[in-house]
């Protein structure tokens, strides 16, 4: 079976590719591409291969829609499709990957009449592009074989992590009650937008920056009541995200861009930098919510 999983939430234009200005070649499903060459290294792929590839979605303009560059995390694959896949079957980038070898570049041209509807900031154009770089072909097996390996891996990690849940769910109500008994203001930093922190431990990791991708481990709460709405620690999984880019709570952007890897942290973020006078949709967090937040960066990519 064919899989695709496609991760392009960052925002960094992709050069490399040069000038898709040039001559465009058709392949036999008709569709539109610019292929470059690095030196003829390596094989091309074969149907079942498993192909890495970096890629970012664009305008003519140069706008970037989305791009996997800073995104973080595991770079989309795709099973390399037969030869004999029809274009109802495959999509352009899957298409064009099967021309191509580690180390090459290409843009594929698509006309946005093709998509079922128009991607959101594209409704004034005809065109989108996508600039794709393969970094690595694996066979069938050997994936599978990387498959298996890190999932065993990333399943022994998990259990790490839950084991955890006790204690660090018992100092994160530690911390929330102290701070809603007023016994923490002279421990407790303030930012300009009304974000309040405090660091319980430092690392020395690298620096969280807007743009990059990271991995935090987290505790939501109600400051009110202590109400736990939200965790990673059940789940033996950190959440992964681009920093910066809004798919967060403002809280959340402003706060972990002042930690590094490894430090321990909790936020004290008020609603107008969380959920809002609304609240969430489903009730859990109540309008106008004061929230706190036990957090550890894990990882900045």
């Not at 298996?148 to 990333?154: L, R």
Request: aromatic fraction near 8%; include cysteine.
């Amino acid at each position: 079976m064919r899989s695709i999983i496609f991760l392009l939430l960052a925002s960094t234009l992709f050069y490399a590719c040069g000038n898709e200005g040039g001559s465009m070649q058709r392949t036999d499903i008709g569709n539109r591409y610019q292929l470059f060459t690095a030196n003829g290294g390596g094989d091309l792929v074969q149907p079942g291969d498993y192909v890495h590839f970096n890629a970012a979605m664009r305008t003519e303009g140069d706008s970037i829609l989305f791009s996997t560059w800073k995104s973080g995390g595991e770079l989309p694959v795709v099973q390399a499709a037969e030869l004999t896949a029809t274009k109802d079957e495959i999509g352009p980038v899957e298409d064009i990957v099967r021309q191509m070898r580690v180390g090459d570049s290409a843009v594929v041209r698509v006309n946005i009449s093709e998509f079922p509807s128009k991607p959101p900031g594209m409704e004034n154009d005809s065109v989108v592009l996508y600039d794709v770089v393969v970094s690595k072909i694996v066979s069938e097996a050997d994936y599978n074989a990387e498959l298996t390996a890190k999932q065993a891996e990333a399943a022994a990690k998990a259990e790490v992590i839950k084991a955890l849940e006790p204690e660090r769910v018992e100092f994160a109500e530690e911390i929330r009650k102290a701070y809603a008994d007023g016994k923490l203001s002279d421990q407790i930093k303030t930012t300009e937008s009304g974000l309040k922190y405090m660091i319980h431990e430092q690392g020395d990791g690298k620096q969280a920056e807007a743009g990059l991708g990271v991995t935090v481990q987290y505790i939501g709460q109600l400051v009110s009541d202590g109400t736990i709405f939200d965790q990673s620690f059940n789940r033996g999984e950190g959440i992964g995200f681009q920093l910066g880019i809004g798919r967060v709570i403002p809280g959340w952007d402003e706060g972990i861009e002042l930690l590094k890897v490894g430090d321990k942290a909790t936020f004290f973020i008020p609603s107008e930098l969380a959920y809002g006078a609304d609240g969430t949709p489903d009730g859990s967090i109540p309008g106008g919510s004061e929230l706190a937040f036990y957090v550890e960066l894990e990882d900045v990519q």
